[in-house]
């Protein structure tokens, strides 16, 4: 297994820097021909989200469609995938960050009873207490 950076995530999905996007197509080509999964690290996830969103413009549609094209690719082994698949169905519904329901999705698989936040945007958000 090999794991993937931020930046070779977004070159593939943004096909942005045509140099860099081709090397990070031929490593997902070349794992997935010999079958060796790409492990994705939840900091690496929560860049691309904001790299996406922040640096560039992505619509939070968009962003969840990737997100969810890497959770549903068999090549891909994510981070506490389980967390992460909640953290993208309550991102979806949200208003709030991506990166903050997988904070509480982590919290609650450590046994934390909630998270506590200053983020109004949690607000009403099962597992958070907004200060």
């Known amino acids: 297994m090999r794991a993937l950076d931020t930046n070779v995530l977004v070159r593939f999905m943004v096909d942005d820097d045509p140099h860099q996007s081709s090397k990070a197509e031929r490593v997902l080509v070349e794992s997935h021909v010999s079958r060796e999964h790409l492990f994705i690290s939840l900091p690496a996830l929560c860049e691309l989200v904001w790299v996406l969103r922040s640096g560039l413009n992505q619509s939070k549609e968009n962003i969840v469609s990737v997100l969810q094209s890497l959770v549903n690719d068999d090549l891909f082994r994510i981070e506490s995938e389980r967390e ?14 991506f990166a903050d329901y997988l904070i509480g999705q982590l919290a609650r698989k450590a046994g934390c009873r909630d998270t506590v936040t200053f983020d109004r945007a949690l607000k009403g958000s099962p597992g958070f207490t907004v200060l």
């Open 84 to 97: 992460v698949i909640s953290a993208l169905e309550s991102y979806r519904q949200g208003k709030a960050d």
